[in-house]
């Protein structure tokens, strides 16, 4: 260590690495190069071809990856598209099932008004149809009996196991013998008879 070097670590700095020119002492003289023009030239042109063809694979990365993040948009655009699309669509699917159901359940209860004013008529007079097409029809039946109506005749229910009917087995074919046997019989018989 020199003596500059002493003074910088008990100031609390750090020395500099050797082979490094210290504040205050002039740079040491650079060697002159010992290459001729031509070298230089030839290193020069090494190196801006190097250079270009780095400048050439960025710049095919870089097309690829403009390419690559155009397609990804494209497709991300594409999906939110049909995204909406399919919500919409899903929507008025909806609407319209929503729509069915009530459009049925209207149709089923103008049904069971309609024929339970024709089964009910003194109670339709007196209450109306609608408040007739929610009541039980047991009730109905009661309520007409004490207006003066006939009580309807009970429904019967369309749940009813069904009967079985055995139907006789189809006749088969007779043999030749048997057909012969029966014309035996049936000669006998109309001999017999007369």
């Keep these: 260590m020199q003596m500059n ?14 082979g490094e020119p210290q504040q205050g002492q002039p740079e040491a003289p650079v060697a002159p190069d010992q290459r001729t023009l031509e070298e230089v030239m030839a290193e020069l042109e090494e190196t801006k071809a190097r250079l270009s063809g780095k400048d050439r694979a960025y710049s095919e990365l870089d097309l690829k990856f403009k390419t690559l993040k155009q397609d990804v948009e494209s497709k991300q655009t594409v999906e939110r598209g049909q995204t909406q699309q399919a919500s919409e669509a899903e929507a008025a699917l909806r609407q319209q099932v929503a729509d069915l159901q009530r459009q049925l359940e209207e149709s089923a209860r103008i049904k069971t008004a309609e024929v339970r004013s024709v089964r009910f008529p003194k109670a339709t007079e007196s ?3 609608d408040v007739v097409a929610t009541m039980d029809e047991e009730r109905l039946a009661s309520l007409e009996q004490r207006l003066g109506g006939t009580a309807p005749a009970p429904v019967m229910a369309s749940v009813a196991p069904a009967r079985s009917i055995t ?10 013998d048997e057909l012969k046997a029966d014309l035996k019989r049936y000669e006998a018989e109309f001999l017999a008879s007369l």
Excluded at 167 to 176: G, L, N, S
């Design 167 to 176: 139907a006789p087995p189809p006749p088969r074919d007779k043999t030749t």
């Design 127 to 129: 209450l109306g149809a």
């Design 5 to 18: 070097d002493l003074t910088a670590a008990s100031e609390g700095q750090t020395p500099p690495p050797d």
